[in-house]
């Protein structure tokens, strides 16, 4: 970690505005994608994508690279094979639960576009001052996700 400066999340938190610039979101989303392309690949899900876990290079050749950290909540999703693994009837919660997905809340496996919803989630965060639903108590959460997916499929039908 000495290699590494401050997470995401505390670049948010030193920003005068408590947020950062679209522009910036933009870059931090862009590599965030390519990180987690780069782990599903292997076969496995981080499970705990957040601003908290994503940080930048301090030397100059990589104070611009984004490094995705914290795999302590990886799961193998891909068998060596390349099979997927079989769904597990009843999986346990893994995450934090502000970024997870609505399927996380659901108790479904977790896969690899439950890492990409957490990423977005962290994108709409930095470029607010707060995600929605962040004083919503746990069993309100799932709720406000809906509503939040349905808004913005309304606003933005792409």
Known sequence: M???????????KRSPVKRLS?????????????ALRD????????????????????????RHVL????????????????????????PGFRGTLRYVSIRVHDRKEQSPADDFVSMAYSGVEL????LPWKLLHAEELRGAKEEFVRLNILIFPY
């Open 127 to 130: 470029l607010l001052i707060n």
């Open 67 to 90: 490094k995705l950290v914290d795999y302590g909540l990886v799961r193998r999703f891909m068998n060596a094979d390349g099979t997927r693994r079989k769904p597990r009837a009843r």
């Open 2 to 12: 000495q290699l590494l400066g401050p997470n995401i999340g505390d670049l948010k």
């Open 22 to 34: 679209a522009s910036t979101v933009a870059r931090i989303i862009i590599q965030g994608i390519a």
């Open 39 to 62: 782990v599903h690949s292997l076969g496995y899900i981080h499970r705990d994508v957040k601003p908290a876990n994503m940080c930048f290079g301090i030397t100059q050749n990589t």
